[in-house]
């Protein structure tokens, strides 16, 4: 088989979540302990940062990733899902996994796969765990899919765990209730390693404080360690911003390309958990490591898709921001900005809280409602009639192509074009 091909074999042979949903879902570890073995157990090779949670794990994971470059380590990086390459999901230093381990993995494997019935997602953390083990990386910062504790990757060996908050999303595999959602994420806390949790929230913060105390594994808040981080500057390229501190010393004039007003919140974390790695000499890391790493994170580590800038005439944004904490975060963000029309382009689909999200968007704006290119896509008509009833008007098309589009013929230059709703929209025009 070529690349493609082997693509084509993993994406239509394993049951993959992103495209099918819950019938791709395993509520066990039993195949990734399968799958693990048959490989070596190639997890035990290598030392993990575990990074979980609802929202911004996956912007966490990629600035730790950039910082321990910028350091000189070797560093794995596993996140998912991919926007555009398969080969996303797996990188050493910023690099995709060559296309060749890709295919001879798969060769290799595929009887084994087969035999065991796994997921794509399985695979996936198998064919991860593999390549950082045979590459010999110093570190594999590795994002969550899932939760936690029945999450693949939580077969991991990590020297850190890091839940960045709790969100609703995913009900039917984690819960309704941000505590049952909670508990799930805290399976990650691991035996005496340090667990660094982003936000305090109300009515959880003792499940992670229980887990971790039960674990004899040191816990730290980060909003106990970092009092304030005021916003200095932004452009369409960067923002910079203050860190202060209570433990360890202050970084003025941080500097990030990161644009998204949520970004701070995740600056912190990773900033925090860097410190805890300082902290118990597991690396050494120094300020301008971490200015040089939080810097150029996008192009150490190719991070898209986070209120990011497609173009400026008229100004257009997309952000994959995809349950209700991440679609608040980006309406906020909206309402700050100056335009004269805004055109939103928006799909969404088919397993989320669809009546809550729809309730939060602008009213105000002219909407395009399209369906993302996945056997999961909401489609178009019905997510127009379902917004019809919160007085959101629009048109629907038939591809987010089409959508994207008909905004931009409809816009002038002083307007401001939106995309998102889904990831897998933002994977459609990035």
């Known amino acids: 088989m070529d690349y493609s091909e082997t693509i084509s ?51 966490v994971s990629h600035m730790i990733a950039s910082v321990l470059q910028e350091a000189g380590y070797k560093t794995g990086l596993y996140t998912s899902p991919h926007l555009k390459d398969f080969r996303e999901r797996i990188k050493i230093n910023g690099q995709l996994i060559p296309k060749q381990k890709v ?24 064919m991860a765990f593999d390549y950082f ?34 969100g609703i999303d995913h009900t039917a595999f984690l819960g309704d209730t941000l505590e049952q959602i909670a508990i799930e994420k805290a399976g990650i806390i691991k035996p005496n390693i340090p667990v660094v949790i982003g936000r305090h929230q109300k009515g959880i913060d003792n499940i992670f404080k229980q887990k971790s105390t039960k674990l004899n594994s040191p816990i730290f808040f980060v909003e106990d360690n ?43 974390t990773a900033l925090y958990a ?42 257009t944004i997309c952000d994959t921001g995809h349950n209700i904490d ?5 309406v906020q963000q909206l309402a700050e900005q100056n335009y004269n029309k805004l055109l939103f382009v928006l799909g969404m689909v088919n397993d989320k809280d669809l009546s809550n999200i729809i309730n939060i968007l602008p009213k105000h704006a002219n909407y395009y409602f399209c369906r ?7 489609d178009a008509d019905i997510l127009k009639q379902k917004a ?19 905004a931009k013929t409809d816009s002038k230059s002083d307007d401001l074009i939106f995309i998102g709703g889904s990831t897998f929209v933002v994977a459609e025009v990035v």
């Not at 798969?106 to 996936?124: A, C, R």
């Not at 010393?249 to 912190?268: A, D, F, H, M, T």
């Not at 580590?301 to 986070?306: A, C, K, M, P, V």
Request: proline share 4%; aromatic share 8%; glycine share 8%.
């Open 9 to 59: 074999w993993l994406t239509t042979q394993l049951p993959m979540y992103q495209r099918i949903g819950k019938a791709a879902y395993k509520p066990n570890l039993d195949n990734t302990v399968a799958i693990l073995s048959a490989l070596g157990n190639p997890e035990n090779k290598f030392r993990a940062i575990h990074v979980a949670g609802t929202n911004g794990k996956g912007s």
């Open 103 to 126: 295919i001879e993995f798969v060769e290799n494997n595929k009887n084994t796969f087969t035999n065991i019935k796994s997921s794509f997602f399985e695979m996936t953390v198998g």
């Open 133 to 166: 083990a045979n590459e010999k990386v110093d570190f594999a910062v590795i994002e969550t899919g899932l939760g936690g504790r029945l999450d693949s990757t939580n077969l991991c060996k990590p020297v850190i765990s890091i839940i960045t908050n709790i």
């Open 226 to 268: 970092i009092y304030s981080i005021p916003a200095q500057q932004k452009s369409n390229s960067a923002q910079t911003i203050n860190v202060q501190t209570k433990d360890y010393n202050s970084i003025s004039n941080l500097k990030i390309p990161l644009l998204g007003n949520y970004q701070i919140e995740n600056v912190c």
């Open 274 to 315: 860097i410190n805890i790695l300082n902290k118990y000499a597991i690396v050494k890391i120094t300020t301008n490591n971490i200015r040089n790493g939080f810097e150029n994170v996008i192009d150490n580590t190719g991070l898209f898709g986070r209120w990011q800038i497609l173009n400026t005439n008229p100004l």
């Open 326 to 330: 991440g679609i608040s975060a980006v």
């Open 372 to 378: 993302p290119n996945i056997p999961r896509g909401l």
């Open 388 to 406: 019809k009833e919160f007085k959101l008007i629009g048109k629907s098309y038939n591809t987010v192509t089409e959508a994207y589009k008909a």
